[in-house]
């Protein structure tokens, strides 16, 4: 069964930074590129970042370009994504997400919360 | 940046009947498309790619359709667990993949 599993999201002060990892099994990781994405409370869907198989290529919504920083671990089957200068409008819960064509496999969220 | 615009934004229906929700691409997207339903606290599920094909498990009263930059999802005979948010996402054209605002089908 295909599963991704976020985590590392938390309540964090403006300017802070934060590190969520997505652990992904089920299927062979290094054959897929990802993506994150995010979801404000009571708001619509917004891609976040994008990385390739080996990570030679990265992608970044203009949102967080300069700030969030995404990288890959295909030996440890893991995606992350570092968070820096953080501001309230972060606030969301964030997904990481198999891509196929479109996105086909999406893990549960783990929620940031920026706050002071 | 391509723009999709989803309608209605609510609509109230009752089990049973049938269900047509509207998603517009600012600029063709060719069939690259994709439908997802969200229910609350969870995670987006994947319902159709390339506009038409269902994705796996996806029970057949859910069907898409259209190309260029007018697509319709239609649930034939709505059922009680098909009542939740569903956005289209266009993957033509990209970076940024670009999600509509959703359609919450709510029941009447």
């Known amino acids: 069964e295909v599963q991704l599993v976020e985590s590392g999201g938390g309540l964090v002060q403006p300017g802070g930074s934060l590190r969520l990892s997505c652990a992904a099994s089920?299927?062979?990781?290094?054959?897929?590129?990802m993506s994150w994405v995010r979801q404000a409370p009571g708001k619509g869907l917004e891609w976040v970042s994008y990385?390739?198989?080996?990570?030679?290529?990265?992608y970044y919504a203009d949102s967080v370009k300069g700030r969030f920083t995404i990288s890959r671990d295909n030996a440890e089957n893991s995606l992350y994504l570092q968070m820096n200068s953080l501001t309230a409008e972060d606030t969301a819960v964030y997904y990481c997400?198999?891509?196929?064509?479109?996105?086909?496999?999406w893990g549960q969220g783990t929620l940031v919360s920026v706050s002071s | 940046e391509i723009v999709m615009t989803q309608s209605p934004a609510t609509l109230s229906v009752s089990p049973g009947e049938r269900v047509t929700l509207s998603c517009r691409a600012s600029?063709?997207?060719?069939?690259?498309l994709a439908w997802y339903q969200q229910k609350p606290g969870q995670a987006p599920r994947l319902l159709i790619y390339?506009?038409?094909t269902r994705a796996t498990g996806i029970p057949a009263r859910f069907s898409g359709s259209g190309s260029g930059t007018e697509f319709t999802l239609t649930i034939s005979s709505l059922q009680s667990e098909d009542f939740a948010v569903y956005y289209c996402?266009?993957?033509?054209?990209?970076?940024?993949?670009?999600f509509g605002q959703g359609t919450k089908v709510e029941i009447k």
């Open positions: 997400a198999r891509v196929w064509r479109p996105f086909d496999c």
């Open positions: 089920g299927f062979t990781f290094s054959a897929y590129t």
């Open positions: 390339d506009a038409s």
């Open positions: 990385i390739t198989t080996t990570s030679s290529t990265m």
């Open positions: 996402q266009q993957y033509n054209d990209w970076p940024p993949w670009t």
């Open positions: 600029r063709s997207v060719s069939t690259h």
